[in-house]
């Protein structure tokens, strides 16, 4: 049995926070943190909420907090955004490095100056190489879903890294939308209680984190490197056995939507990526052969997935964020994915950055744009006429 | 020793876990034993625990694992400990 609960994006989340039961959530109150943290400060306050909340003196705190509390061998989650996502960077890599299971929403947010906190995704694309496995969601149902997941994956034995689940800011975490709530019972016999692969222990003490010389370092980034390969199958495998349970599915590592017989198709992530599908729907009435490749997961990047789509189709990549002095993230991590593998053209638009609307209307211009071969191998949506 | 699944940085308590930190060492804690009051003061600063404490309360100096970090020359009440820079002529 479920029930539904309609509630924004953050309200959603901090919902699925406190049914996966985290030991302790840490986190940093202040703008650009969002009413996710309230919500979960709010369950505490109902006594939904039985884990500790640590209200920390800035996000790297936070984050170290989440740190120490893994480390201690308990559940853990927190939730940030933009410059306080900026703030833990050394922590991130901390995490990883460290191998501590830790659970993040980040809510896609402009990095300043201008100060803005719309929806722009540079802020989780710049942590891209933390190691980090990152998630970036489309609706608050998968918000939910994604959330109670992202526990499975990362306490896995064999995994046992941070997950970081995006989505972006205003367009999912401050708008209702109903999500299907399961029972504790269902969410509970998903993610038993964490069973860490070692502990600080005062009983058992161990150093933890400490000194290696070079040739063992190595070894720790490529075990690094091989848990991400290995999470590619096992988000599939998760996915398999939440439909199995609870009859949704959101995609893969991809989300594909009718991209059969498509001769184009779009890949894009977040909030643009479910835009897009409105767009697909209304140029199939027209006639055009064209599906969407929704990027569920940046890391592990699903390269052999995007090989499959080069090999019938050409691509049309939107990027809601930029690598400036390359380009679109995901525009060039496809191009690398392709390379030597695949013929397909990839075309690449940078859109939507600052929270700048990007409608299903744009997205067509932008595709009608590629099939008719007036389109640059990258550019800027919206500067058509010149100017700055 | 445990396995582990994943490829990470722990230690078990061990004496040296570091490998041999003595040579390390720029300057010397050289103690002069007839000075020495034994009231323990370096053995209870010294941060790598190379003050070995006799039953007697007499102290000795552990150069297999001491860093020559000083502490002890500094907290030494009565100056039975001083520091010799390594490899000094004579």
């Known amino acids: 049995m479920s029930s539904v609960m309609i509630d924004t994006g953050n309200y959603i989340a901090a919902k699925a926070a406190v049914m996966a039961r985290p030991d302790v959530v840490a986190a940093y109150p202040i703008t650009p943190q969002t009413t996710l943290v309230e919500g979960i400060a709010n369950y505490r306050d109902t006594g939904e909420f039985k884990g500790e909340y640590i209200c920390v003196e800035s996000e790297h705190s936070a984050m170290s907090a989440c740190i120490g509390a893994s480390a201690a061998g308990v559940r853990t989650f927190t939730g940030t955004s933009s410059h306080g996502l900026l703030l833990m960077h050394e922590m991130l890599h901390w995490a990883a490095l460290a191998r501590l299971p830790i659970v993040m929403c980040n809510i896609n947010r402009v990095v300043g100056p201008g100060w803005n906190i719309w929806a722009d995704e540079n802020d989780s694309v710049s942590q891209r190489d933390t190691g980090w496995i990152q998630f970036y969601c489309s609706s608050n149902q998968e918000i939910f879903d994604t959330v109670i997941q992202a526990f499975k994956l990362a306490e896995h034995e064999k995994i046992s890294l941070p997950v970081m689940i995006s989505y972006n800011a205003f367009i999912l975490s401050h708008t209702s939308m109903p999500v299907y709530i399961p029972e504790q019972e269902e969410v509970d016999d998903f993610i038993p209680k964490r069973k860490p692969l070692w502990k600080l222990d005062v009983d058992n003490p161990i150093t933890f984190g400490n000194i290696i010389l070079p040739h063992e370092y190595e070894k720790v980034r490529r075990d690094m490197q091989n848990a991400q390969e290995y999470a590619k199958k096992l988000i599939v495998e998760i996915n398999r056995d939440w439909e199995k349970r609870f009859g949704r599915y959101h995609g893969d590592l991809l989300e594909l939507y009718k991209c059969d017989d498509a001769e184009y198709i779009l890949v894009a992530m977040g909030a643009i990526g479910s835009e897009s599908k409105v767009t697909v729907d209304n140029m199939r009435k027209e006639g055009y052969k064209i599906g969407l490749a929704r990027l569920r997961v940046f890391r592990p990047f699903p390269g052999e997935e995007i090989v499959k789509l080069g090999d019938k189709a050409d691509l049309i990549v939107i990027d809601r964020n930029v690598s400036i002095g390359l380009g679109g993230a995901v525009f060039n991590e496809v191009k690398a994915s392709l390379y030597g593998k695949s013929d397909a053209k990839v075309y690449g638009y940078i859109a939507g950055l600052g929270g700048k609307d990007v409608t299903y209307g744009d997205i067509e211009k932008m595709c009608k744009k590629v099939v008719d071969g007036k389109a640059k191998h990258m550019e800027w949506y919206g500067f058509e006429k010149g100017g700055v | ?90």
Do not use: H, Q
Not at chain 2, 5 to 19: E, F, L, R
Not at chain 2, 45 to 61: G, H, L, Q
């Open chain 2, 1 to 90: 020793m445990k396995k582990y699944n994943v490829v990470t940085t722990i230690s078990y308590p061990t004496k040296g876990a570091m490998g041999k930190t003595g040579n390390w060492r720029v300057f010397k804690p050289v103690l002069d034993k007839n000075k020495c009051v034994k009231c323990l003061r370096c053995w209870v600063y010294c941060p790598e625990a190379t003050i070995i404490r006799n039953k007697d309360d007499s102290v000795d100096i552990d150069y297999e694992y001491c860093k020559g970090c000083g502490i002890c020359a500094d907290v030494c009440k009565v100056g039975a400990i001083v520091m010799e820079r390594e490899g000094k002529r004579e």
